[in-house]
């Protein structure tokens, strides 16, 4: 009995691993790419590919993390087999040439596999409503971007690399203008009220309505190739979505709040994100991987580590307030996305490109202390032991 009940409790901590493991990736992911950029050899020499670093953070990182927030209702077995996918998909990217193409392959469609078949297929079957089951079918193309992306590795569609990848960064910015924006909607909501005012509509179904058919439409233009001026029009028009969004949650008036007003600085980098990738499509002045870096660092940095972090401290502490050490990650995040945002000057590129590693490197090691020493007092209390804090 004393056995089960120890399992229960540790499988309330499910999001453990995945949270940590997103924020090794992203502590290995960035340095090793500005590493490799630089022309600085290292044991990473010869063992990442060109597009080691995107696949590594797009299906690594961000699918550890989706992994750690939606799988809530698994046994610890369906855990740690899905913990072993994740693992295995990253082993089998660093392998490199020294484990045949078709079994890393494999390795790799595993864990999208899985994830979207036990956090997918509940949305799908709980979903009355189309709206209700995109986060579904979002984990679904995940895998349908990951299978691209591999078919490209060997050779089977030409330019296949690339296309898994840029699906994958369209992917990220729905799920993060979906999820994120319930998120931050809830959570605004919330801080207005406990300041003695109501913000009707506050969920603002027709904008994340409007939002979601520009993102779709942009994605399947995207993935067509066919018209990148139409894709670029769509984003900027997701943009101004994203954008009003902010307006209307009347942001300002919760500027004091940091563990709210960094769910706004996601979001809104969201809205930048989109602005340079529109930019980028319609005048062809940068490309459009360099443009994304304000969603893929600014918006998937900030608003995962917020809402991990929140994850983190609501289920170990019961307490909403964000630790010191997750604000000031936040804050190392903000500051990464400046710098790499920064580098698009090419003047600036190479000190900036140096800075943004160093920040977002120190925010990773930052959260993954903290979740640690949060496990830890966790454990402590339900032994009976309480820690200095």
Known sequence: MAAVTGIRRLEKMGFAPF???ATLTGM???PVWVATYLGIEGPWSGMTAPHWHGHEMIFGYALAVLGGYLLTKVTWRTLLALFAAWAAGRAAGLA?????????????????????????????????QLRSAVPGLLL???LIAELIFQAGVLGLVPGGTWIGLGLGVD???LMLFLMGGRVTAAATSGAIQARGRYLPGIAQARLETAGLLALLAMTLVDLSGLAPQLAGLLALGASVVVATRLVRWQVWTVVDALDISSLHAGYGFIAVGLALKALAQITGALGVFEAMHGVSVGALGVLSLTIMGRVVTQRTTGLRALPGA???AIGLVILA?????????GALRQDMLVAASIAWTMAMAI????????????????KGVVLAQ
């Not at 045949?100 to 949305?123: D, E, K, N, Q, T």
């Open 96 to 128: 490199g040439e020294a484990l045949p193409p078709g079994i890393s392959a494999l390795a790799a469609v595993a864990y999208p596999a899985v994830l979207a078949f036990y956090a997918g297929a509940p949305f799908l079957r709980a979903a009355k």
């Open 326 to 328: 997750v604000r000031l």
């Open 19 to 21: 949270f940590l493991a």
């Open 337 to 345: 996305t400046l710098a790499r945002l920064l580098a698009l000057d």
């Open 140 to 142: 679904a193309a995940f």
């Open 171 to 173: 992917l990220i910015v």
């Open 367 to 382: 959260f993954a202390g903290n979740v640690l020493w949060s496990l830890r007092c966790w454990w402590a209390r339900e």
């Open 28 to 30: 290995a992911g960035v």
